[in-house]
């Protein structure tokens, strides 16, 4: 088996701090910011706030459901926050970085998963990236947006 890689990123009009505490706020903020229909339901178990926050997330692709349960890390408090999927190991990023003195942000949203083997795998290979950087893309303008509002 492989391992796939998706990446998007986006420059917000917003400080990272601001960013970051919408990112790590899994009761109210972060599930805003998912896009529909693909984050179907988010549901948290523990926590809520940044690391140690465990939930469970239903997701809709391509007319396939796909269950996760997720462990949030902060790696870099502040400025990477990992949720881990307990159930697969696959491994999704939010990394900030600060641009003009931290009045706006670079956030890169990345994934990395492994690919089934033979011809289920190729076609992974082919379809997944290109699919979870749109999904990437419109999760960082909801986030912008909803930066933008507050």
Known sequence: ???????????????????????????????????????????????????????RLRMNVLGREQLFREVVTEPEPGRLLVETDLYTGQASSFRLEPLDGGQRTRVTIATDFKASPGLAGVMERLLNPPI?????????????EYAGRQ
Do not use: C
């Open 1 to 55: 088996m492989s391992n796939i890689h998706a990446e998007a990123s986006a420059v917000i009009e917003a400080p990272s701090a601001q960013i970051y505490a919408i990112l790590a706020d899994y009761h109210q903020a972060h599930p805003a910011i998912l896009p529909k229909p693909y984050f179907a339901e988010i549901h948290v178990e523990e926590g809520g706030r940044g690391a140690g926050t465990i939930f």
């Open 132 to 144: 979870t950087r749109r999904i990437f893309q419109q999760e960082l303008r909801n986030l912008a």
